[in-house]
């Protein structure tokens, strides 16, 4: 295929990639690529875009196409996240993620993530609350031991409850108490991953 054209498939794929993110909730960047790539005939690796032309491309819909309603979405998203952080207080929540960072799409999951001593605390707790959620388990790429070392970047797979909520589905990734020292990286570049707590999500809505 002529690089120009092979360019430009991988635009499109960005671009069907990013409207699917945008509008149908869907979060994961593999999976968005992989579906956009299916339906236009895009099979080879080299016509599937990066992580971050995905991303570039998502920026740009929601500013020409969803002026109006992605920041509105976007601030009860976040207003969601913080009730639900102020009443997990105890496991020391941080806000990750499209959420946080504003790339967010109209059915977008809220991604936070916990620090608890163990597993069945956080389990309790929602039991007790009488809150009902999924578990399952999702693999996070981490620095190790806090810095680059021969290896690079290593992976922790952690439990994570899934709510679902009337703003859509909040992601509750539980991490040991330790591990609020390690960064996760983000899925579009590998940098480490920004997070809020409690009082810099109050900043940042008020901001908004």
Request: proline content about 3%; hydrophobic content about 40%.
């Amino acid at each position: 295929m002529a690089k120009e054209n092979l360019q430009h498939l991988r635009q499109m794929v960005a671009q069907q990639a990013a409207r699917m993110m945008a509008e149908d909730g869907i979060s994961d960047y593999a999976y968005a690529k992989k579906k956009a790539g299916r339906q236009l005939g895009a099979i080879d690796k080299s016509s599937l875009p990066s992580n971050a032309e995905v991303e570039e491309e998502l920026k740009l819909y929601n500013a020409l196409f969803l002026s109006e309603e992605q920041p509105e979405n976007l601030r009860d998203l976040r207003k969601n996240a913080l009730l639900t952080m102020q009443m997990l207080e105890r496991f020391n929540p941080y806000l990750t993620g499209a959420v946080l960072d504003g790339t967010a799409g109209l059915l977008a999951e809220t991604h936070i993530h916990l620090f608890a001593d163990s597993l069945k605390e956080v389990e309790m707790f929602l039991l007790n609350q009488q809150i009902p959620f999924d578990v399952n388990e999702k693999s996070y790429r981490v620095m190790n031991d806090g810095k680059r070392d021969k290896k690079g970047d290593g992976r922790k797979t952690v439990p994570v409850f899934t709510l679902e909520m009337e703003t859509g589905l909040i992601r509750l990734s539980v991490f040991e108490v330790d591990d609020i020292r390690v960064p996760t990286k983000r899925a579009v570049d590998g940098a480490n991953a920004d997070r809020a707590g409690i009082e810099a999500l109050k900043e940042l809505i008020a901001a908004g």
